[in-house]
């Protein structure tokens, strides 16, 4: 029996939704990280969901081509959307997707700003509002580079996870533990305590081989 137009045309509106959706998503997590704290995650909390809710929209083909070699039946690519009014609920929500690229994600960046400077002035590290602020506004650079690891395959929204974590082991906290050194230099010079800083730089710098070696330790 074939698939009613309407379900195909339903099915097609999804899976160009999902990838715009997923925008929408990495701006929830930017603002959840401030919640947070901005230099730190909750396990469980906001931020981690967002990100997880983003790889798996941008991997729902995917997902749909795992859940059909399960043996379940599921429609092939449905192709173009033919109803109209499909087509402008389309048009319509990424419309309002580059609104809040264009305009509210600058917006609440520069609040991000104001809000460091207020930290700083009352006594209190501008690095969380700043951090949530560089993530608001690399917010389609993100996107993008989240779907560069999509490997198209029926286990990629595991393998963008996977990517992602290698980009943050690899990338992120070498950079890292040069600012958490810096951090240590200037409290050495303002004779405060440095040792924080020192154990953070050297587990950013080891968290590959932590991992592993609690990885051996639970074999």
Known sequence: MPVPQFL????ALLLRLAPVAATLTLVAAGLSLRSEGGMNFHIQGKTGKWIVWT???????????????????IPGNPGSIS???????????????????TSFIPVAAAFMVLKATLDTA???????????????????????????????SQTATTDMLVSLWNYIAGTIMPSAAGLAIIGAVINFVQR????????????FLTLTGCYQLIKQMAA
Request: charged share 5%; proline share 6%.
């Open 55 to 73: 790889v798996i929209l941008l991997t729902v083909p995917q997902i749909l081509q795992w859940i059909g070699a399960q043996g379940i039946n």
């Open 8 to 11: 195909n045309d339903l099915l």
């Open 83 to 101: 109803a109209g009014w499909m087509n402008t609920i389309y048009s319509a929500f990424q419309q309002f997707v580059n609104f809040i690229v």
């Open 122 to 152: 009352s006594g209190e590290s501008p690095l969380p509002s700043i951090v949530a602020a560089i993530f608001l506004l690399t917010v389609p650079a993100t996107k993008s580079l989240l779907q560069g690891w999509n490997s198209g």
């Open 192 to 203: 405060k305590p440095v040792m924080r800083y020192v154990f953070a730089a050297i587990g």
